[in-house]
């Protein structure tokens, strides 16, 4: 059985500043990753993915993740946050081969003027 | 553009009641979920539908059924709400029949729904 693990509950970062949003896996095929981002009452939208091919891979928003397969990581990354990126942030591990896919538990971001 | 919706944005109902949700996608998408969203939980996935009068069971469907009598259109039932059943529920869907495909998937805006 495939899994995912956000290990912060919650990030606060201020304006202008690094994000990062650490995600791990588990999964005994080769897996495709996702992270979605949630705004307040909104529905769920995709940030990016990755489906192996490249293993950095760049999303909307000046949003980026790299797939490390040695690590079992999928980790979020921006250079600069925004007051806009505030929001709620799922990793996503989708397994074809057992038609399975699931969701972390979601990480709060927020951004402090 | 791609557009799910979803019949309600917030729904109270009382204990015992049938409650119907609507999802309705207008991509011509052959995957369709239902999840329930809950703080610290993330999303879990209750039922989705590959196809026309088909379903499968997600993680928890107990205490909740579906419907998908046309491609663009899947319900989510519950028979008798409880107060257990108080969430956010979202409704997705995706271009393959294959769940874990790879696919992106849509998201509603999502029902946020109280038993009382």
């Known amino acids: 059985a495939q899994s995912v693990t956000q290990l912060d509950s919650h990030v606060s970062v201020s304006e202008g500043t690094p994000v990062l949003l650490r995600c791990n896996y588990s999964?005994?095929?080769?897996?495709?990753l996702f992270w979605y981002v949630q705004h307040p009452n909104k529905g769920l939208q995709l940030l990016l993915k990755?489906?192996?091919?490249?293993?950095l891979v760049k999303g909307i928003n000046g949003f980026e993740a790299e797939f490390k397969k040695s690590e079992t990581s999928f980790h979020l990354t921006k250079p600069s946050a925004h007051m806009s990126d505030a929001a709620e942030y799922f990793c996503v591990v989708s397994d074809m081969r057992n038609n399975d896919m699931r969701f972390g538990a979601g990480t709060r971001l927020t951004v402090k003027p | 553009d791609v557009k799910v919706t979803q019949s309600s944005r917030y729904l109270v109902k009382r204990t015992g009641e049938k409650v119907f949700l609507e999802c309705v996608q207008d991509?011509?998408?052959?995957?369709m979920f239902w999840y329930r969203q809950d703080p610290g939980l993330g999303l879990r996935l209750i039922y989705f539908?590959?196809?026309?009068?088909?379903?499968e069971k997600g993680d928890i469907p107990e205490g909740y059924s579906v419907s998908r009598e046309k491609k663009e259109r899947f319900s989510l039932i519950l028979e008798s709400a409880s107060t257990n059943q108080t969430s956010m529920y979202l409704c997705?869907?995706?271009?393959?029949?294959?769940?874990?495909?790879?696919?992106?998937?849509?998201f509603g805006p999502g029902t946020r729904l109280t038993v009382l």
């Open positions: 991509m011509d998408h052959e995957n």
């Open positions: 539908s590959y196809d026309v009068k088909m379903k």
């Open positions: 990755y489906t192996s091919a490249a293993t």
């Open positions: 999964s005994s095929y080769s897996p495709s």
């Open positions: 997705a869907s995706s271009p393959s029949r294959l769940a874990g495909s790879g696919d992106t998937q849509y």
